[in-house]
């Protein structure tokens, strides 16, 4: 957690700023906290589509959101934010907290 505050401020931020901006991509894609080892800190990444970031050399993700509608229609159909405002109740964060042990080794 002290690595979110140290990159967002707080955890409300950094969620805050994560929906805005996977609520943002077009069509379909993922919104990713990643670890970059070049920097050795947080991040965020979308990608569209299928593409993902573990093609990038050095970047770990941590956490990934699925933003295709087949991910949140049924519950939300196709308001998105109200989705991504929701998501955070389920978020396992001693995984994300594991992966990032694991992505600085």
């Known amino acids: ?39 050795k800190g947080l991040g965020y990444w979308a990608t569209p589509n299928q593409d993902l970031v573990t093609k990038q050399p050095g970047i770990v993700p941590l956490l990934t959101i ?21 998501i955070w109740r389920i978020v396992h964060w001693e995984h994300v907290e594991h992966r990032l042990r694991q992505a600085k080794e």
């Not at 955890?11 to 670890?35: C, E, H, M, P, R």
């Not at 699925?66 to 929701?86: C, G, Q, S, T």
Request: charged letters at 30%; a negative charge.
């Open 1 to 39: 957690r002290n690595m979110i505050d140290t990159a967002w401020g707080s955890l409300d931020k950094f969620k805050a700023d994560f929906n805005d901006q996977t609520a943002a991509i077009q069509g379909s894609g993922w919104g990713w906290l990643v670890y970059d080892k070049s920097t």
């Open 66 to 86: 699925d933003i295709w509608e087949h991910a949140y229609y049924l519950d939300y159909k196709n308001v998105r934010p109200d989705f991504l405002k929701e």
